[in-house]
Nanobody
């Protein structure tokens, strides 16, 4: 099990940018596939992006391709989500997720991940 702590959320105008961070202190970070999900009130948790252990593979939801970038720094035990051209409908709690893997695979469903952070709120105003 790994502790995950998100930061970087906030209020931004439509078209603006935010960079989310997720720290995994005290973990063997390089053995985890990492991902970001989001959940708006009354809606199911939705996949945003994922990155494999050595950053060899990434995956994005179609709705964020070309605007969001996931990255990681294994030496710092951090994963990031750069979000550009944000839209009001992307207002949600954003959650970091981790799953210990033995290969460069990534998953895009919440059930694939065993560890979750508490989330950070992103609000995009119109």
């Amino acid at each position: 099990q790994v502790e995950l702590v998100e930061s970087g959320g906030g209020l931004v105008q439509a078209g603006g940018s935010l960079r989310l961070s997720c720290a995994a202190p005290g973990s063997t970070f390089s053995i985890y596939t990492m991902a970001w999900f989001r959940q708006a009130p009354g809606k199911e948790r939705e996949f945003v992006a994922a990155i494999s252990r050595s950053s060899t593979s990434t995956s994005y939801a179609d709705s964020v391709k070309g605007r969001f970038t996931i990255s990681r720094d294994n030496t710092k035990r951090m994963v990031y989500l750069q979000m550009n051209s944000l839209k009001p409908e992307e207002t949600a709690g954003y959650y970091c997720a981790a799953e210990c893997t033995i290969s460069e695979t990534v998953g895009d469903s919440p059930g694939w991940y065993g560890d979750w952070g508490q989330g950070t709120q992103v609000t995009v105003s119109s």
